[in-house]
């Protein structure tokens, strides 16, 4: 199987790999500049940042004197389309120590997921556990198949 492109080249896909979970900043066409983790991007050069900081530099001007503020703001999770991206760099490397994103299955939940993710409890051909018909007496047909 080929490799995947991104951008019309697979040499773009593999160094934007290789700075998954790198520290990056990247400057958007209105002039914005975004530092955050880099998670994750896709064909379009789309970029997923976490731990995302917005810094605008806002200038106004009184009576001839220009002054300039720098404006910062936490963000958090931040999707970017790549449409508004002008530069990419590299602020600083990736955690020596990477850890695992999905870990054991215990007791039917897999950890390291988000709530609300959890593993079926038994295998595709059977119901899942505590799943026993709807409860009497709220709606519809109970356990005894009527009133």
């Known amino acids: 199987m ?18 998954i979970d ?4 990247v400057v958007l066409v209105d002039r914005r500049v975004l530092v955050g983790t880099f998670l ?7 970029l997923v940042l976490s731990s995302c900081e917005e ?7 009184s009576s001839g004197a220009t002054t300039s503020t720098e404006q910062r703001r936490s963000l958090g999770l931040v999707i970017l389309r790549g449409e508004n991206v002008v530069s990419v ?9 990477k850890k695992a994103r999905v870990t054991k299955n215990v007791g039917g939940v ?23 018909g709807g409860v009497g007496g709220y709606g519809g047909m109970g356990r ?3 009133f």
């Open 2 to 19: 080929p490799p995947k492109t991104v951008g019309g080249s697979a040499g773009k896909a593999s160094k934007l790999m290789g700075l």
């Open 22 to 25: 790198s520290r990056l900043r």
């Open 40 to 46: 994750a991007f896709d064909k379009y050069l789309n």
């Open 55 to 61: 810094t605008r530099l806002q200038t106004t001007t």
């Open 89 to 97: 760099t590299v602020e600083g490397p990736a955690p020596v120590e």
């Open 110 to 132: 897999v950890a390291g997921m988000g709530r609300g993710a959890a593993a079926p409890a038994m295998g595709l051909g059977g119901a899942v556990a505590g799943v026993g």
């Open 144 to 146: 005894g198949g009527g």
